[in-house]
T-cell receptor, first 112, second 116 residues
Protein backbone atom coordinates (compact mmCIF):
# COMPACT_ATOMS: atom_id res chain seq x y z
CA UNK A 1 0.00 0.00 0.00
CA UNK A 2 1.30 3.42 -0.94
CA UNK A 3 1.69 5.61 2.17
CA UNK A 4 1.32 8.98 0.42
CA UNK A 5 -0.27 8.89 -3.00
CA UNK A 6 -0.75 11.70 -5.47
CA UNK A 7 -2.86 11.86 -8.59
CA UNK A 8 -2.26 12.51 -11.36
CA UNK A 9 1.45 11.82 -11.70
CA UNK A 10 1.62 13.76 -14.95
CA UNK A 11 -0.51 16.67 -16.03
CA UNK A 12 -0.16 18.66 -19.25
CA UNK A 13 -2.46 21.62 -19.74
CA UNK A 14 -2.83 24.98 -21.41
CA UNK A 15 -2.26 28.38 -19.88
CA UNK A 16 -5.35 29.80 -18.25
CA UNK A 17 -6.86 26.44 -17.34
CA UNK A 18 -7.76 25.33 -13.80
CA UNK A 19 -6.41 22.04 -12.52
CA UNK A 20 -6.28 20.02 -9.31
CA UNK A 21 -3.82 17.58 -7.83
CA UNK A 22 -5.06 15.18 -5.20
CA UNK A 23 -3.13 13.76 -2.27
CA UNK A 24 -4.05 11.05 0.18
CA UNK A 25 -2.11 9.51 3.05
CA UNK A 26 -2.94 6.32 4.93
CA UNK A 27 -0.38 6.78 7.71
CA UNK A 28 -2.72 8.36 10.21
CA UNK A 29 -0.68 11.58 10.25
CA UNK A 30 -2.21 14.84 11.37
CA UNK A 31 -0.18 17.17 9.17
CA UNK A 32 0.05 17.38 5.40
CA UNK A 33 2.08 19.55 3.05
CA UNK A 34 2.56 20.67 -0.50
CA UNK A 35 6.04 21.36 -1.86
CA UNK A 36 6.98 22.74 -5.26
CA UNK A 37 10.14 21.69 -7.07
CA UNK A 38 11.09 24.00 -9.90
CA UNK A 39 13.20 23.29 -12.98
CA UNK A 40 16.37 23.97 -10.99
CA UNK A 41 15.38 21.26 -8.52
CA UNK A 42 14.80 23.72 -5.71
CA UNK A 43 12.24 22.33 -3.25
CA UNK A 44 10.11 24.90 -1.53
CA UNK A 45 7.29 24.47 0.95
CA UNK A 46 3.97 25.93 -0.17
CA UNK A 47 1.38 24.92 2.39
CA UNK A 48 1.02 22.99 5.59
CA UNK A 49 -2.22 21.76 7.13
CA UNK A 50 -2.64 20.35 10.62
CA UNK A 51 -5.95 18.64 11.35
CA UNK A 52 -7.50 20.44 8.38
CA UNK A 53 -6.27 23.82 9.64
CA UNK A 54 -3.88 25.90 7.54
CA UNK A 55 -0.57 26.30 9.40
CA UNK A 56 1.87 27.50 6.75
CA UNK A 57 1.18 29.54 3.65
CA UNK A 58 4.42 30.60 2.06
CA UNK A 59 3.88 33.62 -0.21
CA UNK A 60 2.05 31.53 -2.74
CA UNK A 61 -0.16 33.33 -5.29
CA UNK A 62 -3.88 33.32 -4.56
CA UNK A 63 -4.37 31.18 -7.64
CA UNK A 64 -3.19 28.26 -5.51
CA UNK A 65 -5.80 27.01 -3.08
CA UNK A 66 -5.26 23.97 -0.90
CA UNK A 67 -8.29 22.10 0.35
CA UNK A 68 -8.29 19.57 3.14
CA UNK A 69 -11.62 17.75 3.41
CA UNK A 70 -10.25 15.53 6.16
CA UNK A 71 -6.95 14.70 7.84
CA UNK A 72 -6.06 12.10 5.22
CA UNK A 73 -6.46 14.34 2.20
CA UNK A 74 -4.90 17.58 1.00
CA UNK A 75 -5.76 18.63 -2.52
CA UNK A 76 -4.14 21.45 -4.46
CA UNK A 77 -6.25 23.48 -6.84
CA UNK A 78 -4.62 25.92 -9.23
CA UNK A 79 -6.59 28.56 -11.10
CA UNK A 80 -5.58 30.39 -14.27
CA UNK A 81 -2.43 28.36 -14.79
CA UNK A 82 0.70 30.18 -15.92
CA UNK A 83 3.86 28.94 -17.60
CA UNK A 84 5.79 29.48 -14.36
CA UNK A 85 3.56 26.99 -12.58
CA UNK A 86 5.26 24.19 -14.49
CA UNK A 87 7.00 22.14 -11.82
CA UNK A 88 6.87 18.95 -9.85
CA UNK A 89 4.54 19.17 -6.89
CA UNK A 90 5.20 16.92 -3.93
CA UNK A 91 2.69 16.09 -1.25
CA UNK A 92 3.95 15.00 2.15
CA UNK A 93 2.57 14.02 5.53
CA UNK A 94 3.96 13.82 9.04
CA UNK A 95 3.10 13.60 12.71
CA UNK A 96 3.63 17.00 14.31
CA UNK A 97 6.62 17.34 16.57
CA UNK A 98 8.49 14.41 15.04
CA UNK A 99 10.26 16.43 12.34
CA UNK A 100 9.84 13.67 9.79
CA UNK A 101 7.94 13.82 6.54
CA UNK A 102 6.84 11.11 4.17
CA UNK A 103 6.68 12.20 0.54
CA UNK A 104 4.52 11.15 -2.34
CA UNK A 105 6.05 10.38 -5.70
CA UNK A 106 5.38 13.83 -7.09
CA UNK A 107 3.06 15.21 -9.77
CA UNK A 108 4.71 16.77 -12.79
CA UNK A 109 2.68 19.69 -14.08
CA UNK A 110 3.49 21.11 -17.51
CA UNK A 111 1.77 24.29 -18.63
CA UNK A 112 1.93 25.01 -22.35
CA UNK B 1 14.33 31.47 10.49
CA UNK B 2 15.81 28.17 9.47
CA UNK B 3 18.13 27.89 6.50
CA UNK B 4 20.06 25.10 4.81
CA UNK B 5 23.03 25.72 2.56
CA UNK B 6 24.49 23.20 0.17
CA UNK B 7 27.32 25.13 -1.41
CA UNK B 8 28.23 22.43 -3.91
CA UNK B 9 25.88 22.68 -6.86
CA UNK B 10 27.40 19.84 -8.85
CA UNK B 11 30.04 17.24 -8.17
CA UNK B 12 31.48 14.78 -10.64
CA UNK B 13 33.60 11.82 -9.61
CA UNK B 14 34.84 8.62 -11.13
CA UNK B 15 33.50 5.34 -9.83
CA UNK B 16 35.14 4.06 -6.64
CA UNK B 17 36.16 7.52 -5.52
CA UNK B 18 34.96 8.78 -2.15
CA UNK B 19 32.86 11.93 -2.17
CA UNK B 20 31.58 14.25 0.55
CA UNK B 21 28.50 16.39 0.19
CA UNK B 22 28.48 19.41 2.45
CA UNK B 23 25.51 20.79 4.36
CA UNK B 24 25.48 23.80 6.66
CA UNK B 25 22.35 24.85 8.52
CA UNK B 26 21.01 27.75 10.56
CA UNK B 27 18.36 27.58 13.23
CA UNK B 28 17.42 29.33 16.45
CA UNK B 29 15.75 26.29 17.90
CA UNK B 30 17.51 23.92 20.25
CA UNK B 31 15.38 21.02 19.09
CA UNK B 32 15.56 20.27 15.41
CA UNK B 33 16.03 17.46 12.96
CA UNK B 34 18.36 17.07 10.03
CA UNK B 35 17.77 14.90 7.00
CA UNK B 36 19.32 13.75 3.78
CA UNK B 37 17.23 12.75 0.79
CA UNK B 38 18.27 11.29 -2.52
CA UNK B 39 16.45 12.14 -5.72
CA UNK B 40 17.44 9.78 -8.53
CA UNK B 41 16.63 10.58 -12.18
CA UNK B 42 13.27 8.85 -11.74
CA UNK B 43 12.25 11.79 -9.56
CA UNK B 44 11.05 10.37 -6.26
CA UNK B 45 12.49 11.57 -2.97
CA UNK B 46 14.25 8.77 -1.15
CA UNK B 47 14.77 9.19 2.57
CA UNK B 48 18.34 8.41 3.66
CA UNK B 49 18.76 9.55 7.24
CA UNK B 50 17.21 11.56 10.07
CA UNK B 51 19.21 13.01 12.94
CA UNK B 52 17.91 14.93 15.93
CA UNK B 53 19.80 17.83 17.45
CA UNK B 54 20.61 15.93 20.63
CA UNK B 55 22.38 13.08 18.92
CA UNK B 56 25.77 14.04 17.51
CA UNK B 57 26.96 10.53 16.96
CA UNK B 58 28.18 9.90 13.47
CA UNK B 59 26.35 7.25 11.54
CA UNK B 60 27.47 4.70 9.01
CA UNK B 61 25.20 2.69 6.77
CA UNK B 62 27.06 0.58 4.27
CA UNK B 63 28.93 2.93 1.97
CA UNK B 64 27.13 5.96 3.41
CA UNK B 65 28.26 7.91 6.45
CA UNK B 66 27.16 11.14 8.05
CA UNK B 67 29.12 13.58 10.17
CA UNK B 68 26.99 15.83 12.38
CA UNK B 69 28.85 18.67 14.11
CA UNK B 70 26.79 21.18 16.07
CA UNK B 71 29.85 23.36 16.68
CA UNK B 72 30.05 24.14 12.98
CA UNK B 73 26.33 23.64 12.23
CA UNK B 74 27.20 21.06 9.64
CA UNK B 75 25.75 17.72 8.63
CA UNK B 76 27.97 16.30 5.90
CA UNK B 77 27.35 13.16 3.91
CA UNK B 78 30.10 10.92 2.58
CA UNK B 79 29.76 8.16 0.02
CA UNK B 80 32.63 5.73 0.05
CA UNK B 81 33.63 3.86 -3.11
CA UNK B 82 30.99 5.63 -5.18
CA UNK B 83 29.03 3.77 -7.81
CA UNK B 84 27.22 4.87 -10.94
CA UNK B 85 23.90 4.19 -9.20
CA UNK B 86 24.76 6.88 -6.68
CA UNK B 87 24.26 9.49 -9.40
CA UNK B 88 21.40 11.67 -8.19
CA UNK B 89 20.55 14.99 -6.63
CA UNK B 90 21.05 14.93 -2.88
CA UNK B 91 19.16 17.22 -0.56
CA UNK B 92 19.94 18.19 2.98
CA UNK B 93 16.93 19.37 4.99
CA UNK B 94 16.17 20.86 8.39
CA UNK B 95 12.98 20.62 10.41
CA UNK B 96 12.41 22.63 13.55
CA UNK B 97 9.41 20.50 14.54
CA UNK B 98 7.60 23.40 16.08
CA UNK B 99 4.21 22.81 17.60
CA UNK B 100 1.70 22.18 14.88
CA UNK B 101 4.11 21.75 12.03
CA UNK B 102 7.14 19.81 10.91
CA UNK B 103 8.06 22.65 8.55
CA UNK B 104 10.92 20.98 6.66
CA UNK B 105 13.20 23.28 4.66
CA UNK B 106 15.54 22.00 2.00
CA UNK B 107 18.90 23.06 0.73
CA UNK B 108 19.30 23.72 -2.98
CA UNK B 109 20.62 20.23 -3.58
CA UNK B 110 23.89 18.84 -4.89
CA UNK B 111 23.88 16.98 -8.18
CA UNK B 112 26.29 14.09 -7.98
CA UNK B 113 27.45 12.40 -11.16
CA UNK B 114 29.45 9.22 -10.85
CA UNK B 115 31.19 8.25 -14.06
CA UNK B 116 32.19 4.67 -14.85
Amino acid sequence: DTAVSQTPKYLVTQMGNDKSIKCEQNLGHDTMYWYKQDSKKFLKIMFSYNNKELIINETVPNRFSPKSPDKAHLNLHINSLELGDSAVYFCASGRRGTGELFFGEGSRLTVL
Amino acid sequence: AQKVTQAQTEISVVEKEDVTLDCVYETRDTTYYLFWYKQPPSGELVFLIRRNSFDEQNEISGRYSWNFQKSTSSFNFTITASQVVDSAVYFCALSEARRGSNDMRFGAGTRLTVKP
